[in-house]
């Protein structure tokens, strides 16, 4: 018995060529790149691994990638804690749920230019709204200077990322939560434990097949920083929130070094690789299926 | 069995990812490209007839280049003129990806940081000889002309023609001057003047601890540290613009300014004032003096209104001052090497430029660069501040040295990269970060670097 038939493929040949034209080939095109010197005005010029040698070299590098994991390790505890907090929140019967469901999610659809400006308002050193809830109650020395300081910039910039995107994680949770049987955790309360015991004996173990998707796209999205990096902080003040992918966008598209920008593109990938990996290696310690 | 499939899809996964990211400005770059490609089809197929494409970096100004080009399409019929206007943070990354694919603009607005650049890669007509044989020299402001030589930039060729050109001046608030009793600023004013100014109008109003109004704004950008190095008579690049390396005159007037800040704090600090406009700190009266474009009479105008009273001088003069230098650069416009009908691209250039090109047109401090224009009475607009306008139009006569070289923005840290290059070191400076030494220390090996490769 046939299973295929031959015009199967017609139909996947759409995505077949879109796959090849915009992904694999240009993936396989940025990897020669990453060999040569590149301006893209005059014709690449091979020049081995220079561009990878550079990379290592460069004290710009380290301080940027020191900068990446930090905003992975971040993001990642961020949007997991926060989005698993909000969906135990919004997954009750509760008069008008669906209406704070699609709230918590607004964030997720909004654009990212006027969530950058709205954000530069609220943190603004001078009048933002921040700084003058924490002078009434803390009564600051000075203004801090949340985007301008490199000791709070990386961390303020964060935040504003797990505020836009934490919606999806949470529909991810939400999505969890409600396929765990009730009458499981009914069953704990009944045998006597409390709201935190079920929690975490019950409702947290059931979920772990979620958290770990959940984590391996977090972790995967914290390397995908562009589009509130570009419009909040360009990667300053002096590179304090400049990470790999916004750095290779300076490099491809600011200051046009193709080679090194697609070569720093491929220590990201192999950074992303390795991270994944390991995840998927100590998965089984503790998803429970 | 479960875990290899697993994996293959995170791999194509990732993989996905990261296509994804240089993929967005891979089909932009493909649309811009088909997009050049259909116009230069029409082009062969209506031999007659001749179309040019004319793309600007200012959105705002489509209205005055819309009646400009109807202007010359009338004066030369059968000529179309196609008006692209973009932002100028989309305009270099598009212009920059058309010029790489080999289908630039006919004609493109090009600012004087970007000419060496684009020469070099062999990118823009040589304009000289329409010059020599075209145009009255005396008829324009021909000082600010070496901003768009190349390869030299005494004697080279130009790629480019100016349009208009600005200067750089002290604004100041006269308001806050009476107010501290102090005189106003001269041209003559020497650093220590300028400094015991500064002091004496940076106050604390409500004795908080916190200064409430400062006496001076040093934003730590091209406009506002040239004009200072230049009046101090030094330099911060070698003599054919190949090395960066900052002479003791220079290295004088860099660390004068970054004092204002760290030392004298008669300068708000960078992180003081991150989100907000740099350009309304003057006219918002949060500081009494502020050195930068004299395109910024504009804002200026339409923020401070009536609110108080303020004008204009040149940058007060060094420790080492031997003659008055301005720094200025003009906004140009340039023709594509590509183009097929290099003749009336020029007598495009030559039209937009010269006198069709009316002083209405010139918002606040952009000066035309057609003498008879900018020498009007118009021009000065004598019912409006500032009053002293018409030193702009003797500056034009001192304008000297600039600091562009190829990959300038790179080393700089301009566009989508501020954090990084000069901007970024000094600003560390300004924040207390790194001391001056240490920021001038690895600026100096990263500018070279950057120099080196883009040579």
Redesign the interface.
Known sequence: MQYFKKSAYLFLLPTIIGLLL???I??IF?FFTSFT?W????PPVWIGLENYTRIFQS??FWQILRNTLLFTAIYTVGVCIIGLFFAMLLNQRLKGIKFFRSLFFLPVITSIVAVGIIW??I????N?ILNILLDKIFNLQ??I??????DYALIALALVYIWKSVGYQMLIFLAGLQNIPTELQEAAQMDGANKWKVFTKVTLPLLTPTIFFVL?ITI?ESF?T?GIT?SM??????????TL?YF???N??????MGYASSL?FV??IL??VI??IN?LYRKKWVNY | MKKWIGMTVLFVFVIGFLAACGNNSDEGRADSAANAGSKDDKEASASEAINLTYFSWDPSMEETNSALIEKFEEAHPGVTIELQSYEPTDYWPKVSAMAASGNAPDVLDMSSGYVDEWASKDLLLNLQEYIDADLNEADYFTDVFNAVRYPDKENGDMYAFPYAWVSTVLFYNKDMFDEAGLEYPTNEWTWDEFLNASQELTIDTNDDGNTDQYGFWFYGRYAQIEPWIYQNNGDILNEDKTEFVVDANGKEALKFLTDLTTEHKVSPRPKDVEGTNQQDLFPTGKVAMWVDGSWNIANNRDIIGDAFDWDIATVPRGNNWSEDVTYGWPDNIAISKTTKHADMAWEFVKFMTGEERSVEEFAGGKVPIYKATAESEAWLENDQKPANKSIILEQGELIGRNSYTPGWSEWRGYGAAEGSGMNGEIDQVLDGVKTFDEALESLTPYANDVLERAN
């Open positions: 915009f992904r694999l240009p993936v940025a010197d301006d893209i005005y005059s004290g710009e530069n308002w943190l603004s050193p001078q933002g000075e203004p200077s949340w985007l301008g300081d490199p391996v995967i995908h562009f570009h902080t360009q990667g300053g003040p002096y590179n304090a929130t400049n992918s290779i966008y300076q491809a598209f600011v200051h046009f070094n593109s990201l990938f992303i690789l994944t990996w998927f």
